[in-house]
């Protein structure tokens, strides 16, 4: 059964530090993997979508590796701001499955202006 | 890109009355929807699948006759909490899948945030 871990479960920064959030699941038979980002009370927003063929992906300060083999995912967010606070979520879909995620329980992440 | 419309947005309900939710595709078709329950500090939990014009399929534990799924169109679905108990305050989020013009990814809606009073 694959199981999503996220660690740190919270992380608080000051403003302008690099950080990096982790993700490990157990079962490497993954068809991607997803990270995204929940606002309080708020719906997902979804940062980046790694196939399980690449190696990485960014998007503007955000870089997201994969490690199929490790089973392990890392979100590097680059130059923190305030308004990267949020709680992030990463998410793998499983190869062959009727498309359901399979979700980490989440880092809440705090940057101090 | 895709957008999926959720509403409302949040709801305050009596208990023992029933609350529909509903979530659109605005700009793409919605060939399988998932409906998430997330309780404060949790992550999000599966309850159901919809593929268009067919049954859901409900996750272990989660009650069919209380929480009615109706996906009939590849651009509508929605969730009907009946007679809801203040245990069923919750927020739920939908999320669908759409064709593959959109890379396999998932479009979620804004979430409704419900009370049961």
């Known amino acids: 059964k694959q199981e999503v871990t996220q660690i740190p479960a919270a992380l608080s920064v000051p403003e302008g530090e690099n950080l990096v959030l982790n993700c490990s699941f157990t079962?490497?038979?993954?068809?991607?993997l997803q990270w995204f980002r929940q606002d309080p009370g708020k719906g997902l927003t979804s940062l980046l979508l790694?196939?399980?063929s690449q190696r990485e992906q960014t998007s503007g300060r955000l870089n997201a590796s994969l490690d199929k083999s490790s089973g392990r995912s890392t979100l590097y967010i680059a130059a923190s701001q305030p308004g990267d606070s949020a709680t992030y979520l990463c998410?793998?879909?499983?190869?062959?499955?009727?498309?359901?995620?399979?979700w980490g329980a989440g880092t809440k992440l705090i940057i101090k202006p | 890109g895709a957008v999926v419309s959720q509403h409302p947005s949040w709801v305050i309900c009596k208990s023992g009355t029933s609350v529909k939710i509903e979530c659109r595709s605005l700009d793409f078709q919605a060939t399988t929807m998932f409906w998430y329950r997330q309780f404060p500090k949790q992550s999000l939990m599966l309850m159901a699948t919809?593929?268009?014009?067919?049954?859901?399929?409900?996750e272990q534990g989660v009650e069919k006759d209380k929480f009615l799924i109706n996906h009939a169109s590849l651009t509508l679905s929605t969730l009907t909490v009946t007679s809801a108990h203040p245990e069923d305050s919750s927020f739920y989020i939908c999320?669908?899948?759409?064709?593959?013009?959109?890379?396999?990814?998932?479009?979620f809606g804004s979430g409704t945030r419900l009370t049961v009073v």
């Open positions: 079962d490497s038979a993954i068809y991607n």
């Open positions: 790694i196939q399980s």
């Open positions: 999320s669908a899948l759409g064709d593959r013009a959109f890379s396999g990814g998932y479009t």
């Open positions: 919809s593929n268009e014009g067919s049954k859901a399929t409900y």
């Open positions: 998410a793998v879909r499983l190869e062959g499955s009727n498309y359901q995620l399979i």
